[in-house]
Every structure is written in C-alpha cells, then in structure tokens.
C-alpha cells in the first residue's frame, strides 16, 4: 500500500477504520438479540467493551511511533516524497476518533456494571469499590477519561493552551491502570492480559527513551514530507486525542 493508494482512498480508509472500532458493539448487539452470548452474559458484555476499550486505547498510542517508524524506514530506503506512508502525516487524524471510541466502550463498560451487576445500588457500589481494588482501578481509569473527552474539542484545546498537552499525558497513566484492572480479573494461570501488557511496555519504553535523550523529539517532519493533506481528511470528527 502506498501514500497515493492513501490518498485515492482516504475515505475509505476512514469508515473502514471506524467500522472495525464498532465492530465489538455490533457484535454484542447481535449476539444480544440471537441470545448467543453465552451461559453468563452479563460476563460476556463486560469482558468485550472492557477489553475493547484498552485494545483501542494502545491503538492509539502507537500511532506517534508507527509514523516515526515509517519516516526512518522511508529515509533509509531514499523514497521520494509523496509515495511514503509517513508523508502528510495522515495518521494523526484517527488519533481523536480512535480516543474517542475507547472511551465510549469505557463508558459502556461502566454502565453495564452499575446497571445490571449494581441494579444502580449507589451505597452498595461504594462499599465494593472500598473492598475491591479492581473495582477502585477501573473507576479511575474511567473518571481520568472524562476530562480528556470534555477537552476534545479543538476549542476547549485553544483555552487550555500548554496545558492541554500536560493533561492528556493522563492517558499514559490511564492505560496503565486499565491494564492493571485487566490483570487484577484474571484468573490465576491466565495469560489473556500478556499481549496487551507487551503492547504497552513497548511504547511506555519509547516514551522512557523519547524523555531520557536515547531517542531524539521528533516533530513529525523529516524534512522532506510533503505538505499536501489528504482532502478526505482535512476536518477529522471533534473527538478525543491523545499526545505522543
């Protein structure tokens, strides 16, 4: 696939990539309405909007390295700009969107449990989230979400300034504790959290370098990127993004 390939495409390339982030709640609505989702299907419901809403979160960590990635690979291979995966910076504009479904499947996530596990028993969800440590980190991984998608909009980025970036750093920290949650409802012997966990090693570990030196900032120009955006993605959906 290549950059023109890209940019015939962009549309395209857009719908499909919102498609497969709703593709988990089609499947539930589906599996809902046939009664497939097993001999425990409030497990089920919880298992994949949780499990969804990490998978996409990492997703859209990686963009940052992946196009870091590509322009390194380009300039080692001297391809000419305009044919490059990394040139108009195109993966930035699924940074929001993609932030924005993980944080709808959080959400869903949170409601299955206090409507359907809690009944919307509010004294007795604050004595098991008192009594179960999964239950205090998924809640704050959820609450650090919110402030993130209220500061979506590229209007409340603008009042907030320099400061905008050092709040949305929060998403580090937020991954970390969706993990944390992941492992602390996995049965012992289980090792369905390792993938996610190495996913996120790998790019906590860049982020180490990138703040050490070993690796130097990038501004996400090479220096011979083109500066023609692709039409099918100048104005992207105001949804949540996440930093580098």
Same mark, same amino acid.
């Given at each position: 696939m290549s950059v023109l390939w890209v940019k015939r495409h962009a549309a395209e390339l857009q719908r499909g990539i919102m498609?497969?982030?709703?593709?988990?709640?089609?499947?539930?609505?589906?599996?809902l309405h046939r009664g497939e989702l097993g001999s425990m299907p409030l497990t089920t419901l919880l298992e994949v909007t949780g499990r969804s809403a990490?998978?996409?979160l990492t997703v859209t960590l990686t963009i940052t390295p992946l196009r870091r990635l590509l322009s390194v690979v380009a300039t080692a291979a001297q391809w000419r700009r305009g044919k490059r995966l990394c040139d108009w910076n195109w993966l930035i504009k699924f940074r929001r969107p993609l932030g924005l479904w993980s944080f709808t499947y959080a959400s869903l996530h949170a409601w299955i449990f206090v409507a359907f *596990?809690?009944?919307? *028993?509010?004294?007795?969800?604050? +004595? +098991?989230?008192?009594d179960k440590a999964f239950l205090l980190s998924g809640f704050i991984a959820w609450a650090l979400l919110v402030p993130l998608a209220?500061?979506?909009a590229n209007s409340l980025r603008r009042r907030l300034g320099k400061h905008w970036n050092t709040l949305h750093a929060l998403v580090y920290l937020i991954a970390l504790l969706s993990l944390l949650h992941f492992w602390q409802l996995t049965k012992h012997g289980s090792y369905t959290p390792w993938p996610d966990t190495a996913a996120l090693?790998?790019?906590?570990?860049?982020?180490v370098l990138l703040k050490v030196g070993v690796i130097a900032h990038w501004d996400g120009d090479d220096g011979t990127e083109s500066r023609v955006r692709l039409p099918g993605l100048r104005k992207p959906p105001r949804a949540l993004q996440h930093p580098h």
């Amino acid at each position: 696939m290549s950059v023109l390939w890209v940019k015939r495409h962009a549309a395209e390339l857009q719908r499909g990539i919102m498609l497969a982030c709703a593709t988990p709640a089609l499947y539930l609505l589906w599996a809902l309405h046939r009664g497939e989702l097993g001999s425990m299907p409030l497990t089920t419901l919880l298992e994949v909007t949780g499990r969804s809403a990490l998978v996409i979160l990492t997703v859209t960590l990686t963009i940052t390295p992946l196009r870091r990635l590509l322009s390194v690979v380009a300039t080692a291979a001297q391809w000419r700009r305009g044919k490059r995966l990394c040139d108009w910076n195109w993966l930035i504009k699924f940074r929001r969107p993609l932030g924005l479904w993980s944080f709808t499947y959080a959400s869903l996530h949170a409601w299955i449990f206090v409507a359907f *596990d809690l009944n919307y *028993d509010w004294a007795a969800g604050w +004595e +098991e989230l008192q009594d179960k440590a999964f239950l205090l980190s998924g809640f704050i991984a959820w609450a650090l979400l919110v402030p993130l998608a209220v500061t979506s909009a590229n209007s409340l980025r603008r009042r907030l300034g320099k400061h905008w970036n050092t709040l949305h750093a929060l998403v580090y920290l937020i991954a970390l504790l969706s993990l944390l949650h992941f492992w602390q409802l996995t049965k012992h012997g289980s090792y369905t959290p390792w993938p996610d966990t190495a996913a996120l090693c790998a790019l906590l570990l860049y982020r180490v370098l990138l703040k050490v030196g070993v690796i130097a900032h990038w501004d996400g120009d090479d220096g011979t990127e083109s500066r023609v955006r692709l039409p099918g993605l100048r104005k992207p959906p105001r949804a949540l993004q996440h930093p580098h």
